[in-house]
Structures are given as C-alpha cells and as structure tokens.
C-alpha cells in the first residue's frame, strides 16, 4: 500500500491506532510499529490520545475539565466523544508534521 501511495506522488502517513486490553485488536499496535518504520513514511502517534499514563486502555478520560467516556461498551468502538478527541489528535498532529496552523488541545 505504501508502494502505491509513492507511486502516485502522494506522502503516506500511518496513525497509531488508541490501545486495546483485549484480543483481537492487541495486534494493531504491532502492525502500527512495523508501519512506521517504512522508509519514506510518516507516523502519527494520535492512539496515545485514548490512553492512561502508561499507554493502556482507558474507558474514559479527564479532558478540558469534564471526564469524557472514549469507549463505547463492546470495546471495540469509540463514543463521539471519544472519536472527536481522536479525529482532533490526528488533525493537529497532521497539521505540526506539514506546518499547518495548529489546533487546540482536543477535548
């Protein structure tokens, strides 16, 4: 995929996906940590958004002063809040890797 993206003049960039307690979806964060490694490729470390201070899964998350539940109840799925916090994470992040003018811590 990443030969593609090249190939066709365009920059990829690989976004970390939020951690995972449970099973299947332990694996993303490897697969994650082998992306980032292709040369020529760039990397944003937005998964890390969605987690505690030791970068495991959380289940909701104290941010701009409210406490936001990210996860919805089957584990697998995000909440709206949890999303949007992960959807500005990406943007912002983005955005200092290219030089674009920042966005506000998300919330």
Do not use: N
């Amino acid at each position: 995929m990443s030969k593609v993206v090249h190939d066709a003049g365009a920059a990829m960039y690989w976004v970390s996906p939020p951690p995972f307690a449970f099973p299947p979806f332990q694996g993303a964060a490897r697969l994650y940590a082998g992306y980032r490694t292709i040369t020529g490729d760039h990397a944003i470390d937005a998964g890390q958004s969605l987690a505690d201070a030791r970068g495991r899964e959380v289940g909701s998350k104290q941010t701009c002063g409210q406490v936001r539940i990210v996860r919805a109840g089957d584990v697998a799925h995000l909440t709206d809040d949890g999303a949007r916090i992960y959807g500005q994470t990406i943007a912002r992040d983005f955005g200092r890797q290219v030089g674009f003018r920042t966005s506000p811590k998300p919330c």
